[in-house]
């Protein structure tokens, strides 16, 4: 069983960035990234592969970027230029396992 534990979000202005962290407890190959915006379904953001390889929905293309230290067996990701509909709370996610989620604000 590997634990899932994120940090990083809180509220920022729009235009604004914002680094999310998740910790597996254990070895992890891919990574992906969650959100879920009120009302709405949770959406996949960005996969990270153990390779590296990563990929983005169209709506964060250019403006985030996962990463991942596997020495620490952490993974990243990298938000900039936020706008209020990136307002959700993010979850990451590794086969059966998720993150407790972090709740991402862009709000003036």
């Known amino acids: 069983q590997v634990r899932l534990v994120e940090s990083g979000g809180g509220l920022v202005q729009p235009g604004g960035s914002l680094r999310l962290s998740c910790t597996a407890s254990?070895?992890?190959?891919?990574m992906a990234w969650y959100r879920q915006a009120p009302g709405k379904q949770r959406e996949l953001v960005a996969t990270?592969?153990?390779?590296?390889?990563?990929d983005y929905a169209d709506s964060v293309k250019g403006r985030f970027t996962a990463s991942r230290d596997n020495a620490k067996n952490t993974a990243y990701l990298q938000m900039n230029s936020l706008s209020p509909e990136d307002t959700a709370i993010y979850y990451c996610?590794?086969?059966?396992?998720w993150g407790q989620g972090t709740q991402v604000t862009v709000s003036s």
């Open positions: 254990g070895l992890f190959f891919i």
């Open positions: 990270i592969t153990s390779g590296g390889t990563t």
């Open positions: 996610n590794s086969g059966h396992f």
